[in-house]
Every structure is written in structure tokens, then in C-alpha cells.
């Protein structure tokens, strides 16, 4: 019996270590993060991101914006806009710029000026949400992030609020 205490004590202590170290990258939950705002003044593109998490890694690969990452590589944002040329709508974007099958997402929601999509795998958490400003030839806002699964509790409040905070600069 003393023995079986000692496995469930020390494997108490094992998943509270793993939840705590989670909180403790995504941001500490005990304390508030420190958030900026991006603006990307092209395109009239500002979202908030929090920069007790992320620091800036370089240029978007996507269209013009800005990259961010994690210390430990484990968390990565991406924010960007680009000129919507073609007149797509948030269903045609996903439909001729989505890289992987559509049964491969957990949560999509498309609306009439944005979509927001998600998938979970290989312990990876991708979400992705682009704004539409400007009518059929305007601008498309978006933002990527990648996060670990396991620390989706500690994320969901900050993915809500990148996603919130993501819209064109008011004119």
C-alpha cells in the first residue's frame, strides 16, 4: 500500500510538473501577458500578439507581414496581408489555397468576410484565420499559428484573442 501511495504521489507530481511547464510557455497564467500590436501599414492590416511569447523571426513567407517564434522553436506566428487581385470570397481562398485535404480539419467556419480553420496532429495544433476588407478587390488579413497539442488549454485564450484582434486598421 506504501508503495502504491508513493507511484500516485510522484505521478501527481509528474503531470502537475507537465501542466505547469505548459502554462509556463504558452504564458504563465498567473501572471497577465504582455501584448503589442502589429500593424502592417500596406495593407492596413493591425492585430495584437504577445510578445512575452513570441520575438520577431523574420519576414512572412506569405504575402507582407511578419514571422514571430517561441524561444524553444515550440510555437510559431505568422501574421500577413496581400492584395485579394482575383475577388475571392473567404470559400473560394480556402478552396484554392488550402494544402491539405478538408477532412484533415477539426473546426472550420467560414462567414461572409473571413474563415477560421483548425487541425490537430502529430501533437501539433495548426490554426488559421484570414479577414476580407475592401469588397471584391480589397485586402485579405491573415494569421498562421502552430502550437503543441498538449498545451491547448493554456492557448485557447490566446488564440482567442489574436483572432479577435485581427482586422483592417479603422480609416
Known amino acids: 500500500m506504501c508503495r502504491l501511495f508513493r507511484y500516485a504521489v510522484g505521478l501527481t507530481l509528474l503531470l502537475s510538473s507537465l501542466v505547469s511547464n505548459a502554462h509556463g510557455q504558452a504564458g504563465d ?3 497577465p501577458l504582455e501584448w503589442r500590436t502589429l500593424v502592417i501599414a500596406d495593407f492596413g492590416t493591425r492585430i495584437d500578439y504577445p510578445t512575452s511569447i513570441f520575438t ?3 519576414k512572412s513567407k506569405v504575402g507582407t507581414g511578419q514571422q514571430f517564434e517561441r524561444v524553444d522553436g515550440g510555437a510559431t506566428l505568422s501574421v500577413y496581408s496581400r492584395p485579394n487581385v482575383s475577388g475571392e470570397t473567404p470559400r473560394t481562398y480556402l478552396r484554392n489555397n488550402l494544402r491539405m485535404e478538408r477532412s484533415a480539419l477539426d473546426y472550420v467556419r467560414t462567414a461572409r468576410s473571413f474563415f477560421a480553420i483548425s487541425s490537430e496532429g502529430e501533437g501539433v495544433i495548426l490554426y488559421s484565420r ?10 485579405v488579413h491573415c ?4 502550437y503543441p497539442q498538449a498545451e491547448k488549454r493554456a492557448w485557447d485564450p490566446i488564440v482567442t484573442r489574436i483572432s479577435l484582434s485581427l482586422r483592417p486598421l479603422e480609416s
Not at 130 to 139: D, R
Not at 143 to 146: A, E, G, R, S, V
Request: hydrophobic share 35%; glycine share 20%; proline share 0%.
Open 29 to 31: 497564467q498567473r501572471r
Open 56 to 58: 520577431q523571426a523574420g
Open 130 to 139: 484570414c479577414n476580407f476588407s475592401g469588397g471584391a478587390h480589397g485586402v
Open 143 to 146: 494569421f498562421d499559428l502552430m
